[in-house]
């Protein structure tokens, strides 16, 4: 999508902020009065983000989780969320989804906007969080020499997707890794003061680790076969590629003390060739590392 | 639209947190170390709140000032915006109206999200901002004997839209005011020490003046004839049901020494049977008082 891409360039070439990051990132951080304000904004469309005969609930819990998960990565408590809601669907199973998923969070609800809709319904959500630890981890850090990790398995919100295409999981186990993510801020907030780079794994092992390569001007090598997968072993190529997982994947020094169960992935180079080296060769990125997001 | 308003209370309902003030309040407001952040979100959807066929470049600048207006009503000055953003239109032409608004409110963009559209085009905006004021004004603070005013006439945005629909304004002088909508920053930074309640009309004089009365637990009392119009006389009662004109709407004491000029248009009582006078007479609210946004 090229459009999109350039789009998203121009953004960020107008995002003059020392805060911000640009429209690919997942967060801006400001100051405020000394504290580092952590600001995520994610759209969800129905029929390109969520399957349009979703539970309404699930999708309101999948668009918490999400924005839940960018502050994750940064290592922050959330403070709360602004809705915008385009009303059209089940409206009051949507707020049973949403309450559910802001007590779980403990996010509370500030405000925000209904509006009419007007074709596909399409929802945002802004979350606002605070910093726990300075400075606030970002994609750029990671430094030759760290390990790569990630706190747990890819594949499992693919495996739930299909699950819920072929009818089987719509209220499921099968389906739940898809319909209801975790965010890991707990995780995040104990991983703040030991990682290098951080970021939420939204779009895919392979894309996500690419961003963090480049933003941080090295290298990344990751051994496939290390990777945990929740999903059969003939689909880890698929897994690795595949997002909604919103596992965290940081970088670290070697002798870094983990407080976090995670799982050794790979490894951070100097800058060589390609951002991304896969069992130690370069992989085709015109063939499509993840999920670029529509 | 009952649902509509069936959902928001509910979602009010949900709002515990004390910065939460609803989502049809323009703003929530939260504490950062010592600082009041404030908060808002707002979303525009093609066909409900613009024309489809309008210059993109009017939409987003539209699209910033209704959500620095928001600020505006609450003395904040604009620290940045996050934007979700469909793509679809011309989206150049958007992103060169973006960057004139954000220059010309000093608004940076702070980061957001690009998603691909499935139907009418919905636009979001989070504007964040800095209280200038404690406390941070709000609709609820009338107080008998009061007085209230508006900062500029209404009717303008009303004229500006018929001449766009008319066909004679797409790029002229008679359709600005409803294209490139002021929002009122300096003035609201600098009513905010001064006024009792505040908020900017978005809605309509009637609608808003309600919402103030009812957060306030007092009856306005307009005079419909002190009202400042840009628009013929014959179109007054209009005018004053008519949204988009973003002047700010406040109470103050009789001896407060304003300083930023406003016109006096009615006076604030204690609670009668009805929050809203006009001419001295209740006004059938369930006939409309202004636009009831979708």
Redesign the interface.
């Known amino acids: 999508?090229t459009?999109?891409l350039a789009?998203?360039a121009?953004?960020r070439r107008?995002?003059?902020?020392p805060?911000?990051?640009?429209?690919d990132?997942?967060?801006?951080v400001?100051e405020?009065?000394?504290?580092a304000?952590v600001?995520?904004?994610?759209?969800?469309?129905?029929?390109?983000?969520y399957l349009p005969e979703q539970d309404p609930a699930d999708v309101a819990w999948k668009l918490v989780a999400s924005n839940m998960s960018d502050l994750a990565a940064k290592g922050a408590e959330p403070?709360?969320v602004?809705?915008?809601?385009?009303?059209g669907g089940d409206?009051?199973r949507f707020?049973a989804g949403?309450?559910e998923a802001?007590a779980h969070y403990g996010a509370?609800?500030?405000?925000?906007?209904?509006?009419?809709?007007?074709?596909?319904q399409?929802l945002?959500l802004?979350a606002?969080g605070?910093a726990t630890h300075r400075p606030v981890p970002s994609r750029a850090g990671a430094e030759p020499g760290d390990r790569l990790y990630i706190t747990g398995p890819v594949g499992g919100a693919m495996m739930g997707l299909e699950a819920l295409q072929s009818g089987l999981g719509a209220d499921g186990e099968e389906s739940l890794a898809y319909r209801r993510p975790q965010a890991l801020l707990a995780e995040g907030q104990k991983l703040a003061p030991l990682v290098t780079a951080m970021m939420d794994v939204s779009d895919g092992l392979l894309l996500d680790a690419a961003r963090i390569a480049r933003a941080s001007g090295v290298t990344l090598a990751i051994d496939s076969a290390a990777v945990p997968i929740a999903a059969p072993e003939a689909r880890r190529a698929d897994a690795l590629r595949w997002g909604d997982d919103y596992q965290l994947l940081f970088t670290a020094p070697r002798d870094a003390a983990l407080s976090v169960a995670a799982h050794p992935v790979g490894e951070v180079l100097l800058l060589g060739a390609a951002p991304l080296l896969l069992d130690g060769a370069a992989i085709d990125e015109s063939a499509g590392l993840g999920f670029e997001?529509?």
């Open positions: 999508m459009s999109e789009f998203i121009a953004l107008m995002a003059s902020h805060g911000a990051r640009g429209l990132d997942d967060c801006a400001v405020f009065g000394g504290e304000v600001l995520t904004h994610d759209v969800m469309v129905a029929g390109v983000h403070v709360g602004l809705l915008g809601y385009m009303l409206d009051a707020l949403l309450e802001l509370p609800l500030l405000g925000g906007d209904t509006v009419s809709g007007n074709g596909a399409a945002g802004t606002i605070r997001h529509g």
